[in-house]
């Protein structure tokens, strides 16, 4: 049973972050068709805030995602929602909560890609880089952590603790 959270990055120091990576974002894309893609649902947190800092013109769409495959090996990525903006000729930005082994976001990526798409690139709130097992790079990455079960600010345990204002790492307590 997880009990126990422990702060792991503040409020503040997530939108001191956000607002910086929405200055590189809107430097990147500056004249391009730029579409930001969402995924649902962990990303909705960090999307909203993000795009706020987005001085740039940009659509917003979002889509919904589904691993089906065994634990250790990835199975076909499933859309429960995909994206209703067609992806010709722009710029995809696909926003993620975090990216830990990289299969569901390697495959997005190629997906959007394949429907073309002028180039897609990732950002994420948090970057588990040392967990990845996929070929997939954050090009826009918020923090990079090597360990922890993360919750809040979008990120969740069976759909608890969603709505945290900060990130933190749930602990399960001796004897649980």
Do not use: W
């Amino acid at each position: 049973m997880y009990s126990n959270l422990v702060p792991v990055i503040t409020s503040e120091t997530i939108a001191a972050r956000v607002a910086e990576l929405g200055a590189d974002i809107s430097q990147e894309y500056e004249g391009k068709d730029l579409l930001v893609v969402g995924v649902l649902k962990g990303a909705f947190m960090f999307l909203a805030d993000l795009v706020r800092h987005i001085s740039v013109p940009a659509h917003v769409d979002f889509v919904r995602l589904a691993s089906y495959g065994a634990k250790d090996h990835p199975g076909e990525l499933a859309f429960l929602e995909d994206i209703e903006t067609s992806c010709a000729g722009k710029h995809i930005l696909v926003v993620e909560d975090i990216v830990d082994t990289g299969h569901s976001m390697a495959m997005l990526l190629t997906h959007l890609g394949a429907r073309g798409a002028a180039s897609v690139k990732l950002c994420s709130l948090i970057d588990k880089a040392e967990r990845r097992k996929a070929q997939v790079t954050v090009d826009f990455s918020g923090f990079r952590l090597a360990k922890g079960f993360l919750v809040g600010y979008g990120l969740d345990f069976a759909e608890d603790y969603r709505c945290l204002p900060g990130v933190y790492e749930l602990i399960q307590q001796e004897g649980s």
